[in-house]
């Protein structure tokens, strides 16, 4: 059982599903699907009144390369952008949408089974313990990771916001955005704003931002929901010159985007942190049958493994990013490591109950991979201090 169906929940059921074939049966969770007129299951969009994700990730080439040609393949069919050498950059959405479309083979055949709602204590599989492992990739507000009693440890706390645009490719030149190279310059030469684009056009200024300048926002976006109206930075009425507007208007002039082509502005509140622990082992009791009931009085019981990937398991900062790829690591060598588990003399033999000490590689991978990015990466960006001004 998969709780979550982005990336990570994605990446993971695509794996194991091509390692181990016809030994596997995945059922996934995820409250962001809906089931068509056509009784075909899909991502809810603008018409279901809900907003996909607009932000732009950078896939690394060694995370990439790890994946099977058909993943590798399906994955950049659309978007194949090199800013960097050695990584691309792609949408968050069209990332989820060629996995989803990747797995439907797998969905046809019986493999892999979708279920358009999140997981939740009341769920049947939950109940029952009718499952033999229990993934959790639902993200940082995780259900498994509460389910399962995992504390989260925060190494630091920062803010930022995230202010999402769209310019279309019929602008004067005036408009057009700064090449890719130079958004990549610009975003090294400060610690104040980054841009994370797909073509230059479409993408997310981010902006770290101080706890008052933070509040700020919040309290302003909170006005124009309360009242249902757009944002709107040219009109200085609505968004006055006030300290975190003139933060944001700085950051868009310096990368050269008009303010018009602005869509959206999310607060976001960064907090580095991780799992205790990312492998539990759960028991629940076995309902016995009649015959059983006579014969033994005791309760029996079975145990099932479940285990945190993604930002279930870690919480990385956005400035040297590396999130996603975080958790597509975690995904594919959890995998691995089950697979493993089930391989006697290099064939596949499932032994029920998995155990919980074949998964303490799982465990140390994981140790490793927070020792990188977390201590490695993100934990040296909360000391940086935030530049007051871009000239």
Not at 60 to 82: A, C, S, T, W
Not at 107 to 133: A, M, T, W, Y
Not at 236 to 253: D, E, F, M
Request: charged fraction near 25%; aromatic fraction near 8%.
């Amino acid at each position: 059982v998969v709780s979550g169906g982005g990336p990570v929940g994605l990446t993971f059921s695509l794996h194991l599903t091509m390692m181990m074939g016809k030994h596997v049966k995945i059922i996934i969770y995820e409250g962001r699907w809906f089931v068509d007129q056509q009784r075909k299951v899909r991502w809810q969009g603008e018409e279901q009144g809900k907003t996909r994700r607009d932000q732009v990730v950078t896939l690394q080439d060694h995370v990439i390369d790890q994946m099977p040609d058909y993943i590798k393949q399906g994955l950049f069919q659309k978007i194949n952008e090199r800013v960097w050498p050695t990584s691309r950059n792609i949408p968050i959405r069209e990332v989820e949408d060629r996995l989803f479309d990747l797995i439907q083979p797998f969905v046809r055949s019986g493999q892999i089974e979708l279920v358009p709602e999140n997981l939740h204590e009341q769920s049947e599989c939950l109940i029952k313990g009718n499952f033999d492992i229990l993934v959790g990739t639902d993200g940082s507000n995780s259900f498994v990771r509460r389910y399962c009693n995992i504390q989260m440890i925060s190494e630091g706390l920062e803010y930022a916001c995230g202010v999402a645009y769209d310019i279309p490719d019929n602008v004067s030149s005036i408009e057009e955005p700064l090449h890719q190279a130079l958004n990549c310059v610009l975003t090294v030469s400060q610690t104040r704003y980054l841009v994370n684009s797909s073509s230059s056009r479409r993408g997310y200024l981010n902006i770290r931002l101080i706890q008052d300048e933070y509040d700020e926002l919040r309290s302003r976006l909170e006005i124009f929901q309360s009242r249902n109206e757009p944002l709107d930075l040219l009109d200085y009425n609505k968004c006055p010159q006030s300290p975190v507007w003139t933060i944001i208007r700085q950051g868009l002039q310096f990368f050269k985007i008009s303010p018009k082509y602005v869509f959206r502005v999310v607060p976001i509140e960064i907090n580095v942190r991780h799992a205790s622990i990312v492998v539990r082992e759960l028991r629940y009791e076995v309902e016995k049958n009649e015959k059983q009931t006579n014969e033994d009085d005791r309760n029996h019981y079975k145990t099932a493994l479940a285990f945190l990937a993604g930002d279930a398991a870690m919480s990385v900062h956005f400035w040297p990013g590396r999130g996603m790829n975080s958790g597509m690591k975690g995904a594919i060598a959890l995998a691995r490591n089950i697979l493993r588990s089930c391989t006697i003399n290099n064939s596949i033999t499932i032994r029920r109950p998995l155990r919980f000490l074949d998964f303490l590689e799982y465990e140390g991978f994981m140790a490793r991979l927070r020792a990188r990015e977390q201590q490695g990466r993100s934990l040296r960006v909360l000391i940086n201090p935030i530049d007051k001004s871009v000239e």
